[in-house]
């Protein structure tokens, strides 16, 4: 019978959508489960077949859980605000609501033909207002928290100013962004403007001076990994560091929680090893060094104080405050011009630079405070304002780059140690080390004297034992359009945020996308954006009195606030009164499997926690964390093809004969290949291009032959394979099928499509077990045992390939299991319909439609998932090959229940037994149960 995929998808897709299968019930009388994929971006190019790998994961997964009887929650949703859509509205003056709302429409279209099983009532996009709104309602939540570190937890911010009420700072244990000191007297006299300002100190939602990449011809600030070898990854525009008064997420308030949170999660290891390491948890000292001359202590951080008379100079990030205030006017151009300099890198650029050291010399000198030398302060790149107090004690012969540093600058490498042998210069490992130079450590191991030295300075009234981390503050701010707008207003300088009745605060239109002429972020292009306190409500621009009208905040979010919580808006996606009902929340707790890229590792997922752990102590939710299990997809990659041009001509070179000239090898769009060849349609290639209309082509046995090259499918490099092709020729099943028969899930693999001709192949035969010819022949008749065994064993392997996530080996078991029923010429129906259930999962079309030609009127998706019955794989017989001196001379079938003995007693009689010993007696009779026998003559 011909099976016509085109048909049997397009029904089935139909019938998905009006009977709306995959919508998910509230009724939690169920056992829920709980998959999602990461938020997709929906980009202009669409998808190509790389992008649907973790999705048909995570599909086959949920329907799984479907035939276990789970309530499952399968969402999917748009991650809609972003920078592409905005820098193509800057180019054409399309509003970049229009090209999100274009992008996303093929994208569910791609989505749709693939038969992923989402819950498409569910779907959410985070430039919707009616999602925005609680974006926004969540910020306005963490600017009226702050963090307790006696409880541990954020807390509202009234129960801060109860505490300052009522005694000032005395015994608060904040987390916060400087050290203040005051009484309840003196706070209950201070002015308004002044009790907002100290607020902010603690808000985890708060305005500060920060330093950040800007990106002047995007006219905006970018996160670090939006910023490549200096410059902006979309448009290679230079990125420059800048201090900036930004928003910015208190995160470094939950670095310990964040760090503790991840013993309890199923994440792939060196994910978790990427947010140890970002979050970088350090335990040492902090120690104040007097500057000579000037009323200023240096405050380093320091995790081996013990070598703090090992200290030869100091060095300070270019940022630090008081470079500007010790730099003497000698050295002022030569401090100026490096920090000019520095500020081209971004902080990555700079942490990964570990050879190629530089600085300048601010002219002043710190004090030891043990030893009383005089110590020059430089400012050096490799030290970094965001980490410890943007300034180190350098101890040149302990640590490497403080060792480059005074190798290039002719500084003091003082040894501190001393080992069996003498320290080499370059030593930098002195843990297990005596330390001597001082009476007082003399003698002690690494801990006591780490021990001792802080003790002594914490005596000295320079410092404390401290834990620090790298983590810092998340930068909120974007000066960009396409984003949430930050619901806040300034009134006496102050940020207030509106009132949540206000909420959304909705995007204003604008005539232009780039920023004002006066430097401000694009809505200052905006003509309607200004708060009227009285009226509590938007006005226009021109009404600003700063009396009764105040400006609103002219930044926008940053992509990752809208995709921190989306998941939880998927659990009550359309209500008005809260992001999410707690009943709700706490029947469907965290996802339990989630599927994504490794590249998110340090952003996305550890902003999700940070936001899940916030809610958590506000007591919206009550999960600690957001995502139990973790998997990340390897990438599908694509076969490029090359065209060989000879240097300074438009003559492309063969691939086999361009080893005979210089030559450029250029990428070429595989589209232009013939058929599943390497082989280039010449014709195709002069008219991809004007460049290449005049082309001349040196071939090989009259053949054009490209270089062909696994690399990243993506789009400039012309090797994308459009899914929209696959399934037209080979079915969506035949798609989802080749996908996870390319290899394991969380690996990495070349994409070729001359494979789907084989999957195709198997679901044709999977096809033609249900028919006779062209009639639909399906019998009543008791399955054989061997039928019976096929079955089971393949539910089995599934089952287990299922839970854990081998799916590759599953689709090789289909192909097995259908070739063995059709040897076998198997049409009972205790077969087939488990049968389809099993592969369902995989190739939901085809299924669907042998079930309902099966007599079922209702979709397989809910089916029971057929139970293993491990009789069926016990062996009645044993067919056991006989070999004489190791060579096998026939075979011989036997209960499978027989011990040695019979075995042996009943060979020993046999016939051919006899025939092949021809009146010998046999040495010796080895048997292997169920194995095999060896006589040795």
Same mark, same amino acid.
């Given at each position: ?303 081996? !104080? ?8 100091? +060095? ?50 710190? +004090? ?65 080390? *005596? ?51 930050? !619901? ?36 200052? #292009? ?232 084989? +999957? ?89 439609? *042998?079930? #309902? ?55 020993? +009689? ?28």
């Amino acid at each position: 019978m011909f099976y016509d995929h085109q048909q049997i998808e397009k029904k089935w897709q139909k019938y998905w959508e009006d009977n709306q299968t995959y919508k998910t019930s509230d009724n939690t009388d169920k056992p829920k489960f709980y998959v999602l994929d990461m938020f997709p971006y929906p980009s202009g190019a669409g998808l190509h077949v790389g992008h649907p790998l973790g999705y048909i994961a995570s599909d086959i997964y949920a329907r799984y859980k479907r035939h276990q009887g789970f309530n499952v929650l399968h969402p999917v949703g748009y991650d809609s605000f972003g920078l592409p859509a905005e820098q193509y509205a800057i180019q054409t003056g399309t509003h970049p609501a229009i090209t999100t709302e274009q992008n996303i429409t093929r994208y569910e279209e791609q989505l749709r033909k693939i038969g992923f099983s989402f819950d498409w009532s569910r779907e959410v996009r985070t430039s919707d207002p009616s999602y925005y709104k609680w974006t926004q309602w969540i910020f306005i939540e963490l600017f009226h928290s702050w963090y307790n570190k006696d409880s541990d937890k954020a807390e509202s911010i009234k129960t801060l100013i109860q505490h300052f009420e009522e005694k000032g700072t005395e015994g608060l244990h904040a987390n916060q962004n400087d050290e203040l000191n005051f009484t309840a007297e003196e706070w209950k006299e201070a002015s308004e403007i002044d009790k907002e300002d100290i607020l902010l100190n603690y808000r985890l939602a708060f305005r500060a001076e920060t330093t950040v990449n800007w990106c002047p011809a995007l006219g905006t600030v970018l996160a670090n990994d939006e910023v490549k070898d200096g410059k902006s990854e979309r448009g290679g525009f230079p990125v420059y560091q800048k201090k900036m008064m930004q928003w910015s997420m208190r995160i470094s308030a939950y670095s310990e929680r964040l760090l503790q949170g991840l013993k309890t999660l199923d994440w792939p290891q060196p994910l978790k090893d990427s947010q140890e390491y970002w979050i970088g948890k350090s335990q040492g000292a902090q120690v104040e060094f007097a500057v000579e001359g000037y009323d200023e202590a240096v405050t380093v951080f320091t995790t081996r !104080p013990d070598t703090i008379f090992g200290a030869t100079f100091m +060095v300070l990030a270019p940022e630090n405050p008081l470079v500007e205030n010790i730099t003497t006017p000698e050295q002022k151009s030569e401090v100026d011009s490096y920090i000019e300099e520095t500020s081209k890198k971004t902080e990555r650029d700079r942490m990964a630079d570990v050879k190629n050291v530089s600085g300048a010399f601010t002219g002043s000198y710190a +004090v030891n405070p043990f030893s009383g030398e005089k110590m020059p302060i430089y400012i050096s790149d490799y030290v970094l304002m965001g980490y410890g107090t943007g300034a180190v004690m350098a101890v040149p012969a302990h640590d490497e780059r403080d060792h480059r540093f005074a190798k290039k600058f002719n500084l003091e490498i003082k040894k501190v140690v001393e080992t069996d042998e003498d320290i080499q210069e370059a030593s930098y490992d002195s843990k297990d080390s *005596v330390c001597v130079n001082s009476d007082f450590l003399n003698g002690l191991n690494y801990n006591e004297a780490k021990i001792k030295i802080i003790y002594e300075i914490e005596n000295k009234g320079i410092g404390h034992g401290t834990t620090n981390y790298r983590q810092r503050d998340a930068i909120f701010s974007r000066q960009r359009y396409w984003g949430e707008p930050v !619901p806040v207003y300034y009134k006496d300088g102050m940020p207030y945020t509106l009132p949540v009745s206000a909420l959304p605060l909705e995007l204003p239109e604008v005539e232009k996308y780039l920023p004002t002429e006066d430097g401000d972020p694009p809505l200052g #292009n905006a003509k309607t954006f200004a708060w009227d306190e009285a009226n509590q409500k938007v006005v226009d621009t021109d009404l600003i009195d700063d009396k009764t009208v105040f400006p609103l905040e002219l930044s926008t979010m940053p992509g990752w606030a809208g995709s921190s919580w989306y998941f939880l808006r998927y659990m009550d996606p359309h209500d008005d009164e809260v992001f999410c009902k707690k009943n709700l929340s706490d029947y469907w707790g965290q996802v339990d499997l989630y599927i994504g890229g490794s590249e998110h590792a340090t952003g996305h997922l550890l902003y999700s926690r940070f936001w899940n752990m916030f809610l958590k102590d506000r007591g919206y939710i009550e999960q600690n964390e957001p995502f139990q299990k973790l998997i990340n997809q390897g990438m599908i990659l694509g076969m490029s093809a090359f065209v060989y041009r000879i240097d300074g001509t438009n003559q492309y070179v063969s691939k086999n004969l361009a080893k005979d000239y210089n030559t450029q090898a250029i990428h070429v769009d595989v589209s232009l290949l013939k058929g599943a060849s390497d082989e280039l349609d010449t014709e195709a290639f002069k008219k991809w291009r004007p460049d290449y209309a005049d082309a001349e082509f040196i071939l090989e046995d009259e053949k054009y032959i490209t270089g062909r090259e696994v690399e990243k499918m993506s789009k400039s490099k012309y090797n994308v394979v459009n899914p929209d092709d696959i399934c037209e020729e080979y079915g969506a099943d035949g798609l989802r099928l080749y996908e996870m028969f390319l290899g394991p899930l969380e690996q990495s693999k070349p994409w070729n499509t001359q494979g789907l001709s084989g +999957v195709y192949g198997f679901l044709k035969k999977f096809w033609n077990l249900y028919f006779d010819g062209d009639t639909f022949s399906v019998s009543d008749e008791e399955p054989t045992k061997a039928e019976y065994k096929v079955l089971h064993t393949l539910i089995k392997k599934v089952v287990y390939d299922i839970e854990n996530f081998s799916f590759n080996t599953s689709v090789s078991s289909f192909m097995i299991a259908v070739n063995e029923l059709q040897k076998i010429k198997c049409n009972k129906r205790n077969i087939l319909e488990p049968l389809a259930v099993v592969i369902s999962p995989y190739a939901p079309h085809i299924c669907e439609e *042998v079930w #309902n030609l099966l007599g079922y009127q209702s979709s397989i998706e809910f089916e029971k998932f057929p139970v293993l019955n491990e009789e069926y794989l016990v062996e009645d017989e044993i067919e056991y090959p006989v070999s004489f001196n190791g060579k096998m001379k026939f075979k011989l079938a036997l209960p499978a229940t027989l011990s040695a003995q019979e075995i042996e007693d009943l060979v020993m +009689v046999n016939e051919k037994t006899i025939e092949v010993l021809a009146g010998n007696l046999p040495k010796k009779v080895i048997i292997v149960p169920k194995k095999i026998v060896n006589i040795v003559i």
